[in-house]
Nanobody
Framework: QVQLVESGGGLVQAGGSLRLSCAASGRTFSTYAMGWFRQAPGKEREFVAAISGSGESTYYGDPVKGRFTISRDNAKNTVYLQMNSLKLEDTAVYSC???????????????WGQGTQVTVSS
C-alpha cells in the first residue's frame, strides 16, 4: 500500500511558476513509476508527466512539454512537478499517482493522492 500526499498548489498569475510535491509512504518508493495528472472542471483527466522509478525516463503531455519538469528524490520518497510559464489553461486539480509501469495512461497507476488545486489567473 502506498499513500500519496500532494502539496504546493495555489493561485499564481499567468507566466508564473509553481512547484508541486508529492510525498509517498512506504519503503519501496523507488520501485514505482510516478505520474502527474490533472483535471479541470467539466473536463476529463489529462496526463501531465511521468517518471520511472530510477528517474532516468520521463514522459510529458504535449500541452506541458518545455514548460513543466518532473523529478524525484528517492531518498525523500518525493516526486516533484516544476511548472513554469503557467497559462490559464493549466488551471486544474493536479494529482500524483504511483504504479508499477511507466505510462501515460491513468489506468496503469494503482495509487492516487487527493489532489492539489492550481489556479492560474490573468
Amino acid at each position: 500500500q502506498v499513500q500519496l500526499v500532494e502539496s504546493g498548489g495555489g493561485l499564481v498569475q499567468a507566466g508564473g511558476s509553481l512547484r508541486l510535491s508529492c510525498a509517498a509512504s512506504g519503503r519501496t518508493f523507488s520501485t514505482y513509476a510516478m505520474g502527474w495528472f490533472r483535471q479541470a472542471p467539466g473536463k476529463e483527466r489529462e496526463f501531465v508527466a511521468a517518471i520511472s522509478g530510477s528517474g532516468e525516463s520521463t514522459y510529458y503531455g504535449d500541452p506541458v512539454k518545455g514548460r513543466f519538469t518532473i523529478s524525484r528524490d528517492n531518498a525523500k520518497n518525493t516526486v516533484y512537478l516544476q511548472m513554469n510559464s503557467l497559462k490559464l489553461e493549466d488551471t486544474a486539480v493536479y494529482s500524483c499517482s504511483a504504479g508499477r509501469i511507466l505510462s501515460r495512461w491513468s489506468a496503469a497507476y494503482d495509487y492516487w493522492g487527493q489532489g492539489t488545486q492550481v489556479t492560474v489567473s490573468s
